[in-house]
Each structure stands twice: as structure tokens, then as C-alpha cells.
């Protein structure tokens, strides 16, 4: 089955507007992490978030590791927040990251 | 020095030519991945080196072949591609093989015809 879900797949926001994204993962991964990739195709990688919350600016993410979901918050949006966001996992006996299918967010002025 | 250097940028080559990949970093990390991505897609796993031997294949072509000269460097030789093959190719370190702490590189986009 799918192991890394993420809602919804595409965004549109007006600048300065807040976001929730989310991501729900099975039992055979775990290691949650968050990436934005630019339309540039670079990723950058956001948080490293296996369970509980963390902030980073006008970003932060909480894994509710229990209830195997994630969540990751963008506030005060601005263009540059444009782009796709991965949620990703390490699946468990492999050590391989496993990427859910993404979010598209677009960011309009 | 805090990145991982893929170089080309772009690449466009024949379904009979020889050529490679390059990625590097200067980070000390001792796990290099590549990864394929398609349009519109998440990355996927093609290889992983850690301490510069390979340690997972998954089950990629042998048109494509990696190497890793050394702890700083990784190359992925490509020959007798196809044009299905035309993708970003994005290269990653990690400290170890440690599950965190992804450096990824801003891609090669390649272009078979």
C-alpha cells in the first residue's frame, strides 16, 4: 500500500495567507522529514521531524508519531514559499528515504 | 562548505553516446544516493554508496553505472540511453547511512533524443 500520503496535492494562496500540510505515513516507515524542491528543481531539505514540533521562521511541523501523521505549516506565505513539498520517510529493514507524491503550492503576489 | 555540486547542469545526448554525471561534496558525509526524478513526480532511489562502497542498487539498468572514487566524489557513467531515461538526476549526502540529514544538489536535467 501507499506508505507516504500527502493532502493535498495542489495549493494555490494568496500572499500572506497561512497553510497546513499534510502528510500520513504507514507503520513501515518512519524518520519523517520535510523538503521543499524550487522550481528550479533544487530541494532543500526543512525539517528533520520523527516526532513532537519544530519552527524554523515562518515554518514549523509537528509529527504526531502515534497517529502516524505530519503536519507542516507555512505562515505569512510569500512567492518564494512556491514550489512542491515532500514528505518523506525512511522505510524501516532498508534505510531507504521514500518520498510521498508532494504538494504543489503556488504562491500568488 | 555546506553543499553538494552536481555538474552539468543540463545534458542533452544520443541514444549512442558515452557520457557522466558528476557530484561533489566537502562536507565529510560518508552516504552519496542518486536519485531519478520524472516530471512531475517524487524522487526515486537508484543507488546508494556508503563509505564509498555500494550498498543498495535498486535494480537500476546497467546503462547506468555509478562510481565512487572516493569519499568527496560520486559519478554516474551513462551509455546507451534511451529517451525514456530523460529525467532530473539529483545526487544526496548524508553523514552516514544515518536516515537524516539529506544535502541534496541542484540536478542534472538530462535529455535523451
Given at each position: 500500500g501507499i506508505q507516504v500520503e500527502q493532502s493535498p496535492p495542489d495549493l494555490i494562496l494568496q500572499e500572506g495567507a497561512n497553510s497546513t500540510l499534510r502528510c500520513n505515513f504507514s507503520?513501515?516507515?518512519?524518520?519523517l522529514q520535510w523538503f521543499h524542491q524550487n522550481p528550479w528543481g533544487q530541494l532543500i531539505n526543512l525539517f528533520y521531524i520523527p516526532s513532537g514540533t519544530k519552527q524554523n521562521g515562518r515554518l514549523s511541523a509537528t509529527t504526531v508519531a502515534t497517529e502516524r501523521y505530519s503536519l507542516l505549516y507555512i505562515s505569512?506565505?510569500?512567492?518564494?514559499?512556491?514550489g512542491v513539498y515532500f514528505c518523506a520517510g525512511i522505510r524501516f529493514n532498508t534505510g531507504k528515504l521514500i518520498f510521498g507524491q508532494g504538494t504543489t503550492l503556488q504562491v500568488k503576489p | 562548505d555546506t553543499e553538494v555540486t552536481q555538474t552539468p547542469k543540463h545534458l542533452v545526448m544520443g541514444m549512442t553516446n558515452k557520457k557522466s554525471l558528476k557530484c561533489e561534496q566537502h562536507?565529510?558525509?560518508r552516504a552519496m544516493y542518486w536519485y531519478k526524478q520524472k516530471a512531475k513526480k517524487p524522487p526515486e532511489l537508484m543507488f546508494v554508496y556508503s563509505y564509498e562502497k555500494l550498498?543498495?542498487?535498486?535494480?537500476?539498468?546497467?546503462?547506468f553505472s555509478p562510481e565512487c572514487p572516493n569519499s568527496s566524489l560520486l559519478n554516474l557513467h551513462l551509455h546507451a540511453?534511451?529517451?525514456?531515461?530523460?529525467a532530473l538526476y539529483l545526487c544526496a549526502s548524508t553523514p552516514?547511512?544515518?536516515?537524516?540529514?539529506y544535502t541534496f544538489g541542484s540536478g542534472t536535467r538530462l535529455t535523451v533524443v
Open positions: 507503520d513501515s516507515v518512519n524518520n505569512s506565505s510569500q512567492t518564494t514559499d512556491s | 562536507m565529510g558525509h550498498s543498495i542498487n535498486e535494480s537500476v539498468p546497467s546503462r540511453l534511451q529517451p525514456e531515461d530523460s552516514g547511512q544515518l536516515n537524516y540529514g
